[in-house]
């Protein structure tokens, strides 16, 4: 087990954070200088370079106010994301040791005595361990193979 932990985000996921908060901010700052526009439209007609300044002076205010509010969004989709991410990866790991188990009596055997060890018997119904339960020993590292 590596006792070092890492208390600072990966580049890539700084990168990937980043990406998505100017992504995100692109897309809130286009979305209001569109509005504006619209709301504009017969008042530039007449004071063109106006509506010009007053176009860039909304897409720069938005950059400034949103920008925080963009990247805070970002790290907590990300976040989510990665969550997401690590628990499929895990369920998917946890398919593949019990279909494994399945087919290998050694170890459905390595798993019960695990199950055993935990201070959980299974029941004389239950002796084939649930997928719930595999999931559940893999997820407390009580597995020894």
Do not use: F
Request: cysteine-free; hydrophobic content about 50%; proline content about 2%.
């Amino acid at each position: 087990m590596n006792a070092h932990v890492q208390t600072t985000a990966h580049p890539v996921e700084r990168s990937s954070s980043r990406a998505l908060a100017s992504l995100m901010l692109a897309a809130a700052v286009a979305a209001l200088v569109v509005l504006a526009d619209q709301r504009l439209a017969s008042w530039a007609e007449r004071h063109e370079i106006a509506a010009w300044l007053v176009l860039w002076g909304i897409a720069v205010a938005a950059i400034v106010l949103l920008r925080g509010i963009t990247r805070a969004a970002a790290r907590q989709t990300m976040k989510a994301l990665d969550g997401w991410s690590a628990r499929m990866a895990q369920r998917r790991a946890d398919e593949r040791l019990w279909n494994m188990a399945q087919t290998d009596a050694r170890l459905m055997a390595d798993l019960q005595s695990a199950l055993e060890r935990s201070g959980q018997s299974p029941t004389p119904e239950r002796v084939d361990l649930s997928q719930h339960r595999a999931a559940r020993i893999l997820r407390e590292h009580l597995h020894y193979i």
